[in-house]
């Protein structure tokens, strides 16, 4: 039986003597001429380089030896996840038990990691939120219902950010008007087009003693109903054929989020009107 621990042989790379242990096979007797480490960075750039050359018939092979050895691999992608979920358990135990030892000291902690690697963190979520609908909508339901369970602090929260940012609300009103400019056809007339939808907003606010407001159905720069937020994939036109009259709630909740089905609706109550 061959001893693996012996020590005995020596890289021809780096000239280290070594175990055998720390040697490749080479056939059924013999040893690699240069160890693991070695071999490693070596066969990972030849590898590269062969893929690069010829994609297909390396995805082939991989193909090929998934489905030669199909079991193994999902046995061995089972214990692993399984392990993995067992480590995450235990780190997530471990990391209530040293944060109620001392809840202060953790949390300063937390600060200092979050001032630290904030950026990667946001960075991440962010792109997550992008590209899953999924947790996309689990974070909106859940800010939604914060919303509703902390009226006041929120309140408090949004008048506390506007009085650090009035800057950006300026630059945030100067662009809607230029936007609603752009987005004005040169045969509207202004004042006299809009004038009897302004009016009729009062008055349902007035008779019903509701808040509503003035929106526009197709948002002059707004996102289809299931992408992200900050892509403008939608352009309105500022004209009366594209405005209506909803509560203040609906409206905000809205945002500039656009769903066609919305737009079909109102067509279709137009016409019946």
């Known amino acids: ?32 001429s240069q160890c693991k480490e070695c071999l490693g960075p070596a066969n990972r750039k030849r590898a590269l380089e062969q893929y690069r050359k010829d994609p297909e018939s390396k995805i082939e092979y991989q193909r090929d030896y998934y489905n030669k050895n199909r079991e193994s691999i999902l046995s061995a992608l089972k214990t692993k ?3 993995a979920e067992e480590f995450r358990e235990k780190k997530k135990e471990n990391s209530l038990r040293n944060y109620w030892a001392d809840p202060v000291t953790s949390r300063v902690k937390r600060k200092e990691s979050m001032r630290k690697h904030g950026h990667k963190w946001r960075a991440n979520q962010r792109v997550k939120y992008e590209e899953d609908p999924s ?37 945030y009103q100067r662009n809607r008007k230029k936007h609603i400019g752009r987005a004005t056809p040169p045969w509207v007339n202004s004042l006299a087009d809009f004038l009897d939808i302004e009016k009729e907003c009062l008055r349902i606010s007035e008779e019903l003693g509701i808040k509503h407001h003035i929106d526009h ?51 279709a109550r137009k016409r019946e009107k």
């Not at 780096?14 to 059924?28: E, I, V, Y």
């Not at 905000?252 to 609706?265: A, H, I, T, V, Y």
């Open 1 to 32: 039986m061959e001893n693996t621990t012996q020590i005995g042989k020596t890289c021809t790379c780096c000239n280290r003597q070594l175990p055998l242990s720390h040697f490749w096979k080479n056939g059924r007797r013999g040893r690699r």
């Open 217 to 267: 159905i197709i948002p002059l720069r707004g996102t289809l109903t299931g992408f992200a937020r900050g892509k403008k994939t939608v352009c309105g036109l500022h004209v009366p054929e594209n405005l209506q009259i909803i509560t203040e709630a609906e409206n905000l909740s809205k945002g500039c989020r656009f769903d066609p089905k919305q737009w079909d609706e109102s067509l």
């Open 135 to 171: 947790y996309r909508e689990n974070v909106l339901t859940a800010n939604r219902e914060w919303r509703k369970e902390n009226i006041e602090k929120d309140r408090e929260i949004k008048r506390e950010y506007y009085q650090n940012n009035k800057d950006r609300f300026r630059v």
């Open 81 to 83: 996840y399984e392990v």
